[in-house]
Nanobody, 124 residues
Framework: QVQLVESGGGLVQAGGSLRLSCAASGRSFSNYVMGWFRQAPGKEREFVAAIRWSGSSIYYAEFVKGRFTISRDNAKTTVYLHMNSLKPEDTAVYYC?????????????????WGQGTQVTVSS
């Protein structure tokens, strides 16, 4: 059974940092693209960042470039989202997702597996 389990969310002041983790299990993800999405109250789920498990492709949403970094640890089958210079508008539930797509995609409907989400709250 495929499982994606996020952790690392919490409450942080503006300008602070958090590292989200996504532990993946249940199958081989070596040919998968792993993505991070977020959803704020009353808003649609939006793409944040994605990485091909091989590490050959990485893509970021414009609003996080220079602040967030996505990475993965093959040995731990874990994907990370390092978030720096956090802003109140980054407040949302952050989701990890996986897709067998051959290309990195920002479309959430293309992702096959999802985690339960972790709350990130940035206070001003």
């Amino acid at each position: 059974q495929v499982q994606l389990v996020e952790s690392g969310g919490g409450l942080v002041q503006a300008g602070g940092s958090l590292r989200l983790s996504c532990a993946a299990s249940g199958r081989s993800f070596s040919n998968y693209v792993m993505g991070w999405f977020r959803q704020a109250p009353g808003k649609e789920r939006e793409f944040v960042a994605a990485i091909r498990w091989s590490g050959s492709s990485i893509y970021y949403a414009e609003f996080v470039k220079g602040r967030f970094t996505i990475s993965r640890d093959n040995a731990k089958t874990t994907v990370y989202l390092h978030m720096n210079s956090l802003k109140p508008e980054d407040t949302a539930v952050y989701y990890c997702a996986a897709t067998a797509s051959r290309v990195v995609t920002t479309d959430p409907s293309k992702y096959d597996y999802w985690g339960q989400g972790t709350q990130v709250t940035v206070s001003s």
